[in-house]
């Protein structure tokens, strides 16, 4: 099983076709949007209400910096990871969903790299109130570990288990059962 390619692999252990396996993952996908959407639209807000409180045109020049920056970094992070709905209502029934799945793909793992360093931004911001020089100690250590959570476990994960056989998946009822 671990020679065949994941379209007859999803064909055998699910009995999806391609077509189902795309609708599914596209699912998946926007499941996985909904939470990253939120989050990163509180930043956002949260940001750009900032702008507006009386103490801030006491931020430091480097506070601004990274005000700014972080803001920015924010708003594309949001713009990526709302982006696979504008490209599905362009691309509607026009028989392009393996498209819109990779493609949102690609924007999600893009969005979520900004979210990181937009959230390691706005903490850095924050704790420079408190911290002072400590603040960017503090957000370096923020980034690793939610590198770590993000990208760096999965990514050993996927490496550990690529060339192994694959199990067919148990399907939702199995699985309901075994929580």
Do not use: C
Not at 21 to 41: C, K, N
Not at 47 to 72: E, K, N
Not at 109 to 117: E, K, N, V
Not at 157 to 179: F, N, V, Y
């Amino acid at each position: 099983m671990a020679q065949i390619d994941h379209a007859e692999w999803n064909h055998i252990a699910r009995g999806e076709t391609e077509l189902q396996s795309d609708d599914r993952h596209f699912t998946e996908l926007l499941q996985e949007l909904r939470v990253a959407q939120t989050g990163v639209q509180i930043l956002f807000a949260f940001l750009l209400g900032l702008a507006f409180t009386p103490r801030f045109p006491d931020l430091s020049p480097g506070q601004q910096t990274v005000y700014l920056t972080t803001l920015v970094l924010s708003a594309v992070s949001a713009a990526l990871l709302i982006a696979p709905v504008g490209y599905h209502r362009i691309v509607f029934r026009q028989r392009l969903r393996p498209q819109l799945v990779t493609t949102g793909h690609r924007y999600a793992i893009a969005g979520l790299i900004l979210l990181l360093l937009a959230l390691v931004g706005a903490v850095q911001l924050a704790a420079s109130f408190v911290l002072e020089a400590w603040a960017s100690l503090l957000a370096a250590a923020l980034a690793g570990l939610f590198a770590t959570l993000w990208f760096i476990i999965p990514l050993v994960h996927r490496r550990q288990h690529q060339h192994q056989p694959s199990q067919p998946d148990p399907g939702p009822s199995a699985k309901s059962r075994s929580l």
